[in-house]
Structure formats: structure tokens, C-alpha cells
């Protein structure tokens, strides 16, 4: 009885094990049956694809110029801004400019008076008067020499005095034009405590920091000229756009949120990145135009160079944390009796822009040839990856 019992309880047992090792296997098979959906894939049923609106193109190779939008300040060359003071200072006994006022080329700007003004004169005159004797005792002297009648000695001392009273009084020159005086002019009897101070170059007075008795030194700015007729613009671009822009591309450019636009060309590119990971470009503005003044702040456009790229409808880019994504037909497939589709998501790069296409950087490797891409709905198929707990939003 016990021996039955117990050869009872072995069948038992293995029937159990046997049991659950079908078990097992049962789920083990249900579990590699599970289909595993890779990152980048989207899958949606049939009647949700045309509820969404889904529909897909080819990746086309266009030609697209396109505009690049910047921002910048309105400049002036080196050679166009004056900024006018005085070399020896002085007291302003007149001005009567004021800021934005016209002037020339030669044009006073203030009368200034300085005590020095006639200790130069002064001093010019009594050298040229020394000079002119030494110069003819120079001569006499050097003729005397050639016939042995004077010492090399005396001639040498008559040859110093005349070179050392020639060198200050080529000083003096300068000196007298470095003040705005012609020493050829000069003479007894027009010895002037006043100077004009004149304007180097024509344009209009950006800046007047004068006044009658005013004292000033000579590193005191008095005015400030402009010429505006020559005009730069000063653009900023962002590192990733420094290859976008090259010299002769044409300008648009517009200022104080105006509509009327102005031209301009690019004569020179930046030749390094800024720490502010910035890049510099430089354009001629094109005429004249009245209402634009250096300083200003200007909205430009920079026309794109036209060439053929790889291009997508600008609906079929879909952004998203600061990347943007294309999507393109993957496969059909059934499940459970249910017909569905799926889609890739592929991250691109943008670039130019243009009658409602934008160019894109594929992967490389990436077939473009062959590519079905969702030209209709982008931003569906972006949602339901959201919605599907594969994105963080």
C-alpha cells in the first residue's frame, strides 16, 4: 500500500513538472512573439493615416537662392570720419556750427587764441632773418676758402651755424603748419594771435563740443565730421551661417522698422569667429540714400547663392527641441487583421529657404533616390511619437 502510494505521488509529480515546463515554453514563445519597435520608427493604422492627413513626395533636387535674415549697423570708413582738435590748444574766441550742420573741405570751424601762436611767428621770423645772414656769410665764406684766403677752420664754424639755423627753421615750418599758418605768408607785419581751425574733410557736424571761451587742449575732441556719402553696413551672422554669405552677394536692408528698402553688395567677409561665436560681414551701400545715417541699426536680407540641393515642401520639416526631423514611408504591415503603416523619423539640418521649399542635409549613406518622404502631416506623426512615450517633451 505505502509502495503504491509513493508511485502514486512520483507520476504526480513529474505531471506537475511536465506541466509547467509546456508552460514555460508557452510563454516563452508568446514572448518572442512581441514585436519590438525600434526609436525612430512611428506606426500608425490606415484610418488613422488618413485622419491625420498623411501623404508623401519625393525628395527633389532643387535650385534654391533663398534669404538669410541678420542684423547690423550702418558705418562709415576711417577715411569718411574726422574727428577735428586743436595741436597747441587755445581759447575759442568764435564758433558757430552746430550738429548737423554742412560743411566743406578747407571750411572754418572755430577761431582759437593762444598766446604761443605768437611766440611761434615770432620765433619763426627772427630765425629766417638769421638764416638768411648765415646763409650769405656761408656762401662768402666757401668762395673765400676755394682762393686760400679763409681758414677751413672759420669755414667750418660759418658751415655749422648756417646748418643748425637751417634745421630750426625747417621746424618751425612745421610747426607753423601744423597750426594752419603758411610760413610763406608770413611776414612783419600780419603776425596773427588767432587761428582758424578748419574742417579736413567734407561732410556734416556730427558733434560740437565747443563754446566761446572755452578753453581747450590738444587732446580735446572739438568736433566731429561725417561724411556720409560712402556707407558701410556691418552685419552679424551666426557661426553656422558664415559659409552663406560671400563677397558680391546683394543686400536688402531696411532701417527704424521701415518698408522702404535699400541695397547693398558685400565687398569683404570676416576672417575669424568672435567669442560670442559671431562672424562679421561687410557691404557697400548702393547710392545714396537720405534717411540713412551711420550708427543705425538696420535689418538686413542676404540673397543665397543659387545651386542645386537636396530640397523637401516646408511642411515636411517637423522641429522639435531645437533639431528638425523629416519623416519617410518605412513599410506596410497587417496585425491582428489590421492593416498598418510605418514611418521613419530622420533628423535633418535646414537650410535655404525659398518659394515654399527648404533645403535639407540627409544622413550620409542616406538614398534620397528612393525615399518616400511625408510631405503632408509631419507634425501628426511628430505628435503620435510624442504620445507614444519615445520623445521627452
Request: charge should be negative; include cysteine.
Amino acid at each position: 500500500m505505502i509502495k503504491h502510494s509513493i508511485k502514486s505521488f512520483i507520476i504526480l509529480s513529474a505531471f506537475i513538472v511536465a506541466l509547467s515546463s509546456c508552460n514555460n515554453d508557452k510563454k516563452s514563445m508568446e514572448v518572442e512573439e512581441v514585436e519590438v519597435i525600434p526609436d525612430s520608427i512611428v506606426e500608425l493604422r490606415d484610418d488613422q493615416v488618413k485622419l491625420s492627413g498623411i501623404e508623401t513626395g519625393a525628395i527633389e533636387m532643387r535650385s534654391l537662392s533663398g534669404t538669410l535674415k541678420v542684423s547690423g549697423l550702418v558705418a562709415v570708413a576711417p577715411q569718411n570720419l574726422a574727428t577735428v582738435s586743436a595741436p597747441l590748444g587755445g581759447f575759442v574766441k568764435s564758433a558757430s556750427l552746430m550738429p548737423g550742420s554742412t560743411v566743406t573741405k578747407g571750411q572754418t570751424l572755430a577761431i582759437l587764441e593762444n598766446q604761443e601762436f605768437i611766440d611761434i611767428q615770432q620765433n619763426y621770423l627772427e630765425t629766417k632773418n638769421k638764416f638768411e645772414y648765415a646763409e650769405a656769410e656761408y656762401k662768402r665764406h666757401t668762395e673765400l676758402y676755394k682762393d686760400d684766403v679763409y681758414s677751413q677752420k672759420n669755414l667750418q664754424q660759418v658751415t655749422t651755424e648756417y646748418k643748425s639755423l637751417k634745421t630750426q627753421l625747417k621746424a618751425l615750418e612745421q610747426k607753423l603748419a601744423l597750426v594752419g599758418i603758411n610760413p610763406s605768408n608770413l611776414t612783419d607785419d600780419n603776425i596773427s594771435r588767432s587761428i582758424p581751425v578748419v574742417s579736413p574733410i567734407s561732410g556734416y557736424v556730427k558733434t560740437v563740443n565747443v563754446n566761446i571761451g572755452k578753453f581747450v587742449s590738444p587732446s580735446d575732441v572739438l568736433f566731429e565730421i561725417v561724411n556720409s556719402d560712402n556707407l558701410f553696413l556691418e552685419l552679424t551672422l551666426f557661426e553656422k551661417d558664415a559659409d552663406k554669405a560671400s563677397t558680391g552677394q546683394k543686400i536688402r536692408f531696411f532701417i527704424n522698422n521701415e518698408s522702404e528698402q535699400h541695397d547693398a553688395v558685400i565687398y569683404q567677409t570676416g576672417k575669424s569667429i568672435s567669442d560670442d561665436k559671431t562672424y562679421k560681414v561687410y557691404a557697400t551701400v548702393s547710392g545714396k540714400c537720405k534717411n540713412v545715417l551711420p550708427g543705425m541699426y538696420v535689418n538686413a536680407e542676404i540673397e543665397a547663392s543659387s545651386n542645386q540641393v537636396t530640397a523637401v515642401p516646408n511642411e515636411s520639416i517637423a522641429s522639435f527641441d531645437e533639431k528638425d526631423y523629416i519623416f519617410v514611408f518605412e513599410k506596410n504591415k497587417v496585425e491582428d487583421g489590421k492593416p498598418f503603416t510605418e514611418y521613419r523619423m530622420i533628423q535633418v539640418q535646414k537650410g535655404v529657404s525659398d518659394k515654399g521649399f527648404t533645403e535639407i542635409v540627409l544622413p550620409e549613406g542616406f538614398d534620397f533616390q528612393i525615399a518616400k518622404v511625408v510631405v503632408k502631416g509631419a507634425y501628426n506623426l511628430l505628435s503620435a511619437k510624442k504620445n507614444a512615450g519615445e520623445m521627452a517633451c
